[in-house]
């Protein structure tokens, strides 16, 4: 039997535990918690929104130095995702496609085709610690089990219908779109073969 291990929680070195508090507040994640259990040792965790996994951080928590994370977000939609953290007034590179590293490979704008896992931009908290957004639409086969798919939000929704209704009119169907958008929407989230 092959048990599921999910990613839940990634501890990130900080050295202003208040300041790391009120950036990702202003992200918009979810605080899920801010506690003292004991003398000297404070934990907070957010929660990106949509995500299963969080972020914790605090004092006590870990011998790494500040700023020396990086960590890995996906988005549905990497223009608009740009766009809200420049306008909750976050310091956010420019977008680019191709590989992600070497820097020097990287070229401007979102991937013409859009094509998944194609399209970047990155940021840093007070701290220096590092997060690369990706622009994810299709998931590679295996990544996600196609009896759990799910989205977490009505943006993210939206694209997926969207996707669905233009692959839907290329392959020139007309008849019985709900079904067959439900079945495009689950395998283009679990990276099986889509409906043609």
Known sequence: MKV????EVDVIPVS?????K??????????????????????????????????????????AAPGSAEGGLT????????????????????????????VEARQPGPDPERTSYGSFFSFTDPDGNTWLAQEVTTRLPGRVN????????????ESALRRAEAAHQRAGHNEDWSSWYAAYMVAEQAGTELPT
């Open 75 to 102: 988005v549905s939609d990497i223009e608009a995702a740009h766009a809200e953290l420049v306008g909750f007034g976050i310091e956010v590179s420019d977008i680019w496609h191709g590989p992600p590293f070497p």
């Open 16 to 20: 202003d535990v208040d300041r790391a």
């Open 22 to 63: 009120s950036f990702y507040e202003r992200l918009g994640w979810r605080l899920d918690d801010d506690i003292a259990p004991l003398d000297g040792l404070r934990i907070v965790q957010f929660t990106p929104p949509g995500s299963g996994t969080s972020i914790t951080f605090g004092s006590g928590l870990t011998t």
């Open 4 to 7: 599921d291990m999910k990613l």
């Open 146 to 157: 196609a009896g759990e798919t799910g989205y977490a939000s009505t943006g993210d929704l």
